[in-house]
C-alpha cells in the first residue's frame, strides 16, 4: 500500500527542554522523522521550546515553532497553517500527555486533524495502569500482582494486602518520575503521597515487588497491513528493581534461551495489537524470573518512540524512527529499503555479530547529600553505548567512554578494599555498582556471594571474573616478557593500552609500541544489519582487534569532528547541536567529514550526519588510531565542549593539528592565572585574584583579596566544584576538598563582586576580524552560574556606556587569544564598569539559542572560519533582531527532593527553554525581573 496521499501537511510535537528521563534522543527521532516526512514531498511544521535542538533547525523542517508546549501554542499553529495530521510518538511523554489533552478537548477534531504513529486508545490503555492491566488480563498475558490506588487509604490498604517489597508507579509520568521500590514499611507513607502527587490524574499502580526478576526490552514497528518487526532486544545487566534508564543494558539480549524469547516476542506483538489498531513504533518491557522455568510478565509497553528506541537504532543501524514515520503515512515495511544495505526491505529484521553495552552517566556530584541508590525512578542524565566483538570488549569501551577518570573497568589501581563498603554497595545498586562488582572480585569476595546480593545473572559475573584471572596473568610479566598471545587477548577484550601499562608497571606510550611491534593493530568493522549476509553501504564503524579492517581511507581531504561523548550537567545537547553544524559546514566546504562520539541519544551519531561515523570511546587511544588510520588535515575541538579539550594537549603533543584556535591559546583561556595577566596586559578590569597550592597559601591571600571570594578550578565544565565562601574555614575546608578532588589543578581565588550584574557575549573571529552575534544579560546577579540564569537577548537594562566596554572588550581579548572560530566571554558589570569574569574560544551553551533567537546558523559560519574557507568579512550577517528572547534553565529537582535548591556559581540545571516576547512590558519578563530585584536586595 503507498503512502496516504491525503497527508500534504503533518505536526510533530517535540519534547521540550532536557529534563532527567527525557533527554537528547527526542531531537535524534524527532529530526529523522522531520526529514523522513519530508523526502515524502510532506510540508513538516515542529513545535519544540528548546533552542538547543538540531529539530527546531530550518534544516530540519519547513516551519518552527520554538514556543512553550502548550494547548494554545497548538491552537495557534493550527489556526495558521493547514495541518493534515499530527505524530505524537517522536516527542516522549510530554509530547503525548499534550495529543491526549487536545484531543480531550475537540482540537483535533475542530481543525479536521488526524494523528498518526498511534492512537488515542493506545496511549490511554498504556498510560493508565488499571485500563493496561485489564487489557493484559484480556489477552492471557500474565503480570505481576497489582492494584489501582487513587487516594492515599486505598494506597495503605493495598500494601496491608501485598506486604513488603512492593513498587509505587505513577500513571501518566516520564523517566519513572515519582516511582519507587518500597522496602520498608516505614517508609511507604512517604513515597505513596510523592506517587500520587506526582501523577496528573493521581493514581499509582502497586505491585508486588520482583525483585531479582531479569529485566528485558524489546523494539517493534508494525505497519497498516499488521506486519510486525521486532528491531533489536535488550537486556538488561541490573536485574528488576532499577529503572531501565539506570540500568546497564546489553543487546543482543545474552542470557536468554532462545524458546523464551521466541515466546517473548508473540507475547510482545500480541500486546502491540492489543492495545490499538494504528502503524508505528512500540517499546514492551519483561520480567523474566531468574531460574530455570523463566516465567515472563509484562512490565509495560509505550506507543512511542523511547529512549531504548534511540539506543536500538544506534545499536542495529535500523532508522527506527525513521521508519515509524513512513509508517505513519501508510507505507508497509515490505515496500520500504533498508538504509544500511540498500537491498533488503525494512521488514527484514536486523541480526548483529557483536554486542553492544550501555552504560548510564550520572551527575551526582551537583546533587550533593541526595539519596545515591537506584530505584524506579530514574536518576541518569545521560548514557554512552559502546560496540564489540565480545560483551568483555563491549563493557571496557563503555566504561572509557563515561569520562569519570577511569581508563576502563578497574586495572587503574583505584579499587576500593573497604570490605563492609562493597557488600553493602552490591546489595543496594548505586552509580558505581559495576565498578564494585569488579572491586569485590578482586579483593577475593566469592562470586556466589556477589550473585546472591546484585542477583545479577551469573553469565555476567563469570565475564567479569575471566578479565580478573586474565590480569592476574598479565601482572606476572614485564613488558618485555609479555607473550604475544597474551597482548592479543587483552586487546581483544577491549582493555586500553593504558590500562595494561599499569598492570605491567610501564608507560602507555611502552605498551602501544610494543603492540605494534607485534603487529596487534586497532580494525574497523561496519555495522550492517545483517552479520555480514548482505553488502553494507553506509560506512558506520567500530573497531575492534582482527585480521580485516572493512575501513578504507579515500583520498579525498577529511576533517575529524570530535564529540561531546555523554550528556551530563554543563555539557549536554548544546554540544552536539555544534558538532553537527560543524559537519554540515565542514561538507559544504568540499570536506569528507568524520565523526567520533560514543552518545546513542544524539543527531551527530546518526549515521547519516557525517561522511563517516566512528562509534568510539572519545579517549584518547581511541581518537589517535582513528586519526593514524584517516590521516585528516586535522581535528576541530571547539564543538564539542570539554570533552573534546581536554584532547587538545595530546593533539598538539603528538603534531596533529587542530582546526582553528590552537592548543597554546586554548590552554591560555583554561588557566585562569595565565588568563588574567592577559588581561591585565591588555588594561582590562577584573576581579582581584591569585593562584593557590594549599590551604595555607589561600588564608594568607585572603587577606589580600579581601572575602566574599569565589574559589575554582582550572579546566572544568558547569562550575564544578566552585563556591563562594565568605570566610577562612569555609575557604580552607573547600581548598582542602578541591585538591584532594582535583589533584595537580590550579585553584584561583577571586574578589567576588558581591551585587555586580552578569552578562556575556558570544563572537565568531578569524583572528584579524571579530564579530559579535549576541551579548545577552542575565536576570541573576553574578555569582550563579551562567547556565542556571535567565538570560535575555538582546540586553535590556545596560547603559550604551556599559555595552560599549563589553563589545571593546570581547574584540581585544579574541584577537589576543589569536581565537579562529568561536568565543564566549562573561561579563560582571559593577558601578559602570564592566569586568571579565572568563573566556572560552569554544562553541558555548548559548550559541544555539543566540542561533535560534537571530535565525542565524552562526556555528555553520564559524566552522567555514575554522576551516579558512571563509573569512569573517565575507558573510551577511542578517540577523532577525524582533522582541526580545529569554533563555529559560530548566531543573529537575522532583528526582532529587531532598537536594539543596539554592542556586550558586556550580551549575544544577539539566536544560533549556527559549520564550520571546515583544517588549519589556510582558507579564512572563516583569516577573523574572523583580526576582533580580529580591536577589540583590538580599
Request: aromatic content about 8%.
Amino acid at each position: 500500500m503507498p503512502k496516504d496521499n491525503s497527508i500534504k501537511s503533518v505536526l510533530i510535537i517535540g519534547s521540550g527542554p532536557i529534563i532527567i528521563g527525557q533527554a537528547c534522543e527526542f531531537d535524534y527521532s524527532g529530526s529523522q522523522a522531520a526529514r523522513s516526512l519530508r523526502e515524502e514531498g510532506i510540508e513538516v511544521s515542529l513545535i519544540n521550546s528548546n533552542p538547543a535542538t538540531i529539530m527546531t533547525d530550518k534544516v530540519t523542517a519547513d516551519h518552527v515553532y520554538l514556543w512553550p508546549l502548550e494547548v494554545k501554542s497548538i491552537v495557534k499553529i493550527l489556526e495558521e497553517r493547514k495541518i493534515d495530521a499530527v505524530l505524537p510518538t517522536m516527542g516522549g511523554q510530554t509530547a503525548l500527555n499534550l495529543a491526549l489533552k487536545c484531543d480531550d478537548m475537540g482540537i483535533w477534531k475542530k481543525y479536521g486533524v488526524k494523528m498518526i504513529g498511534v492512537d488515542i486508545d493506545a496511549i490511554k490503555v498504556t498510560e493508565d495502569r488499571d485500563l493496561f492491566r485489564a487489557r493484559m488480563e484480556e489477552i492471557g498475558v500474565g503480570m505481576a500482582p497489582s492494584k489501582i490506588a487513587k487516594s492515599f487509604l486505598e494506597g495503605k490498604s493495598i500494601a496491608q494486602e501485598f506486604g513488603f517489597p512492593l513498587v509505587i508507579r505513577p500513571s501518566f509520568t516520564l523517566g519513572g518520575s515519582g516511582g519507587s521500590v518500597v522496602y520498608e514499611k516505614e517508609n511507604f507513607d512517604t513515597l505513596l503521597n510523592r506517587g500520587l502527587q506526582t501523577s496528573p490524574i493521581h493514581e499509582v499502580l502497586i505491585d508486588k515487588a520482583v525483585l531479582g526478576w531479569k529485566e528485558y526490552e524489546l523494539e517493534l514497528l508494525r505497519d497498516k497491513n499488521d506486519n510486525v518487526a521486532i528491531i533489536c532486544s535488550i537486556e538488561n545487566f541490573d536485574p528488576m528493581g532499577v529503572h531501565t534508564g539506570d540500568s546497564i543494558t546489553v543487546a543482543p539480549a545474552m542470557t536468554l534461551s532462545d524458546s523464551t524469547y521466541q515466546k517473548m516476542r508473540t507475547m510482545a506483538i500480541k500486546m502491540m495489537r492489543s492495545i490499538g489498531n494504528f502503524a508505528g513504533g512500540c517499546n514492551v518491557q519483561f520480567a523474566v524470573s531468574n531460574d530455570e522455568k523463566e516465567e515472563i510478565i509484562a512490565i509495560e509497553i509505550n506507543p512511542r518512540v523511547s529512549r531504548s528506541s534511540a539506543l536500538a537504532s544506534k545499536a542495529t543501524g535500523y532508522p527506527i524512527a525513521r521508519i515509524a514515520s513512513k509508517l505513519a503515512i501508510g507505507y508497509h515495511l515490505d515496500e520500504l529499503i533498508n538504509q544500511i544495505t540498500k537491498s533488503t526491505s525494512a521488514y527484514f529484521e536486523p541480526t548483529l555479530d557483536y554486542v553492544i553495552v550501555k552504560i548510564p552517566r550520572w551527575n551526582f556530584d551537583k546533587f550533593k547529600g541526595t539519596n545515591r541508590e537506584l530505584g524506579f525512578q530514574m536518576k541518569s542524565v545521560g548514557e554512552v553505548m559502546a560496540i564489540g566483538r565480545s560483551f568483555q570488549e563491549a563493557l571496557q569501551k563503555a566504561c572509557q567512554s563515561l569520562e569519570i577518570k577511569r581508563n576502563g573497568l578497574g586495572a587503574d589501581g583505584k579499587e576500593n578494599t573497604n570490605q563492609a563498603e562493597l557488600l553493602k554497595g552490591l546489595e543496594r545498586p548505586s552509580w558505581n555498582r559495576l565498578f564494585m562488582i569488579y572491586d569485590a572480585m578482586k579483593l577475593g569476595i566469592s562470586i556466589k556471594t556477589i550473585q546472591k546480593l546484585t542477583q545479577i545473572d551469573m553469565w555476567f559475573l563469570e565475564q567479569i571474573e575471566q578479565m580478573i584471572a586474565m590480569e592476574k596473568e598479565i601482572e606476572k610479566h614485564n613488558l618485555s616478557s609479555l607473550p604475544k598471545d597474551l597482548l592479543y587477548e587483552a586487546k581483544q577484550k577491549g582493555y586500553a593500552d593504558r590500562q595494561i601499562a599499569h598492570l605491567l608497571r610501564c608507560l602507555e606510550s611502552e605498551v602501544y609500541k610494543k603492540r605494534n611491534e607485534f603487529g596487534i593493530k586497532r580494525v574497523y568493522k561496519l555495522v550492517d544489519t545483517c552479520a555480514a549476509e548482505f553488502e553494507a553501504k553506509t560506512p558506520y564503524y567500530y573497531s575492534t582487534f582482527e585480521d580485516e579492517n572493512e575501513s578504507v581511507r579515500s583520498e579525498r581531504k577529511k576533517v575529524v569532528i570530535l564529540g561531546s561523548g555523554p550528556n551530563r550537567i554543563g555539557q549536554g545537547i548544546e554540544f552536539d547541536y555544534s558538532c553537527v553544524h560543524g559537519v554540515l559546514a565542514a561538507k559544504e566546504c568540499g570536506y569528507e567529514t568524520i565523526m567520533i562520539n560514543c552518545n546513542p541519544e544524539t543527531v551527530s551519531t546518526d549515521f547519516s550526519t557525517a561522511d563517516k561515523l566512528y562509534f568510539e570511546p572519545v579517549f584518547w587511544e581511541h581518537i589517535y588510531d582513528i586519526i593514524q588510520h584517516e590521516k585528516p588535515e586535522g581535528v576541530i575541538v571547539q564543538l564539542g565542549g570539554q570533552t573534546a579539550l581536554k584532547l587538545a594537549e595530546k593533539l598538539d603533543k603528538y603534531g596533529i593539528k587542530i582546526i582553528g584556535t590552537d592548543f597554546k591559546s586554548l590552554d591560555l583561556a583554561e588557566d585562569r592565572g595565565s588568563f588574567s595577566t592577559l588581561l591585565k596586559e591588555n588594561n582590562i578590569p577584573y576581579p582581584k585574584f591569585g593562584v593557590i597550592t594549599d590551604a595555607e597559601e589561600a588564608i594568607n591571600l585572603s587577606k589580600e583579596l579581601g572575602f566574599p571570594l569565589l574559589v575554582r578550578p582550572s579546566y572544568v565544565l558547569g562550575g564544578q566544584s566552585m563556591k563562594i565562601v565568605i570566610n577562612e574555614e569555609e575557604l580552607e575546608q573547600h581548598v582542602v576538598k578541591l585538591l584532594n578532588d582535583l589533584p595537580d589543578n590550579k585553584v584561583l581565588l577571586d574578589h567576588f563582586l558581591d551585587g555586580a550584574i552578569e552578562a556575556e557575549a558570544d563572537a565568531i573571529c578569524d583572528g584579524k576580524d571579530v564579530y559579535i552575534i549576541g551579548i545577552m544579560e542575565h536576570i541573576e546577579p553574578a555569582g550563579i552560574h551562567s547556565g542556571d540564569s535567565y538570560a535575555v537577548l538582546p540586553t535590556f537594562d545596560l547603559s550604551e556606556n556599559v555595552i560599549k566596554q563589553i563589545e571593546q572588550h570581547t574584540k581585544t581579548i579574541a584577537l589576543a587569544l589569536n581565537t579562529v572560530g568561536l568565543i564566549n566571554i562573561q561579563f560582571a558589570v559593577k558601578d559602570e564598569i564592566v569586568y571579565i569574569i572568563e573566556a572560552n574560544p569554544r562553541a558555548s551553551r548559548t550559541v544555539p539559542f543566540i542561533a535560534k533567537a537571530y535565525d542565524e546558523p552562526y556555528v555553520n559560519y564559524a566552522t567555514k572560519v575554522m576551516l579558512r574557507d571563509k573569512m569573517v568579512k565575507d558573510f551577511k550577517f542578517n540577523p532577525r533582531k524582533k522582541g526580545y528572547a529569554i533563555k529559560i534553565p530548566v531543573f529537575s529537582y522532583e528526582k532529587f527532593p531532598d537536594i539543596q535548591k539554592e542556586l550558586g556559581p556550580e551549575m544544577k540545571s539539566t536544560g533549556e527553554a527559549i520564550y520571546f516576547i515583544d517588549d519589556l512590558y510582558d507579564e512572563y519578563f516583569q516577573n523574572i525581573y523583580s526576582e533580580r530585584n529580591l536577589y540583590l536586595s538580599k
